[in-house]
């Protein structure tokens, strides 16, 4: 079955430290995978896709296959990082259903 | 453009009451999907509409139900409201498969 888990309900770090916020899906065909992210009282929104493979605030995440994670990072957070990370997965299947995982809570502390 | 939007933004019902949600998505975007959101998780998909029909069908009871009009917008039926529907349901549209999603309606059932 498709699913998505992020293991960490709560990360938090102090401003500058580096962030890895972990995902792991399981998809049997190959998988499109997403971290959205909603800052406080805002909507969800796209953060990036990997199939851009491109850096968006800072924020870097490489789909391995083989270990079935996408595990999202950045370097030196920010306090303006801190916000409510979910990774989800495209399931295709003739639809556009995204599969969320439940989320972690980032909190970068000064 | 004012992005999707939804109304009502937050809504109070009691249990076995009937609620329709409305959703209108960005100017150009023909699917829209929906999602429910229980504290503490991830959204999970209730339904896709492509050019008024419906693409896809979570797992949730006959009692959620939806349609898509000619100008795109979208309902969102639920009946026989129980305690357990009490939650955050999201609306997305989309061109392609990057989701934009609205502020929500804040649904609380007593």
């Known amino acids: 079955a498709q699913r998505v888990t992020q293991p960490e309900k709560l990360l938090s770090v102090f401003k500058g430290a580096p962030v890895e916020l972990k995902c792991n899906y399981s998809?049997?065909?190959?998988?499109?995978l997403f971290w959205y992210v909603q800052y406080s009282r805002q909507r969800l929104q796209l953060l990036l896709r990997?199939?851009s493979r491109e850096s968006i605030k800072g924020f870097t995440a490489d789909l391995n296959k083989g270990e079935t994670s996408f595990h999202l990072k950045k370097p030196f957070a920010q306090e303006e990082d801190s916000a409510m990370y979910y990774c989800a997965l495209l399931f295709g299947g003739g639809y556009n259903k995204l599969i969320f995982g439940a989320g972690t809570r980032l909190a970068v502390h000064p | 453009d004012a992005g999707v939007t939804q109304s009502p933004t937050h809504l109070i019902k009691t249990r076995g009451q009937q609620v329709t949600l409305r959703c209108s998505p960005i100017s150009g975007h023909k699917s829209v999907s929906w999602y429910q959101q229980v504290l503490g998780q991830g959204p999970q998909f209730i339904f896709q509409y492509y050019e008024k029909e419906e693409r896809g069908r979570g797992n949730f009871p006959d009692r959620f139900s939806a349609r898509q009009f000619p100008n795109y917008s979208s309902e969102l039926n639920v009946n026989a409201l129980l305690l357990g529907d009490s939650a955050l349901y999201l609306c997305a549209s989309s061109l392609s498969s990057e989701a934009f999603f609205g502020q929500g309606t804040r649904l609380t059932v007593v």
């Open positions: 990997h199939i």
């Open positions: 998809y049997s065909g190959s998988p499109e």
